[in-house]
């Protein structure tokens, strides 16, 4: 009787042995989307962010985590003093730096709205030669 089961049970495990092998797969395929979409950007970002405030000096535009825009005034080991205003100067943690603010990042900021100023006043243009 037990190799009557024996036989009844072995294309039972072959086509098991299909469906785990596919589910295996599955699941291999989902551990590479994680890593690809999720995990290996932030860990780029993360280096990037340390890279960065391993890099500040003295005269750096930064703004911290809290939106505090400042200078930096000096550079110690774990902290940066940020000169927010003539005579107000606050201790950070190097981790409550968000950016640092260039110049290159300001003048673009400022030639986008310039562009659109432009194109207003020209449309605005058109309008009064078309009454």
Do not use: C, W
């Not at 809290?66 to 550079?75: A, C, D, K, P």
Request: hydrophobic share 40%; aromatic share 4%.
């Amino acid at each position: 009787m037990s190799f009557i089961s024996l036989l009844q049970t072995a294309p039972a495990s072959q086509s098991m042995s299909g469906q785990m092998t596919s589910l295996v797969a599955t699941i291999v395929m989902m551990i590479a989307i994680f890593y690809f979409f999720i995990i290996r950007p932030q860990n780029k970002k993360q280096k990037e962010l340390e890279k960065m405030i391993s890099a500040l000096k003295k005269g750096d535009k930064v703004v911290t985590i809290g939106g505090i825009h400042g200078v930096v005034s000096s550079v110690k080991q774990d902290t940066i003093i940020v000169k927010v205003d003539d005579n107000a100067k606050l201790e950070f943690n190097r981790t409550a730096i968000a950016t640092v603010v260039t110049d290159e990042a300001k003048a673009e900021k400022a030639e986008k709205p310039a562009k659109t100023e432009k194109t207003a006043k020209a449309a605005k243009n058109t309008e009064e030669k078309n009454k």
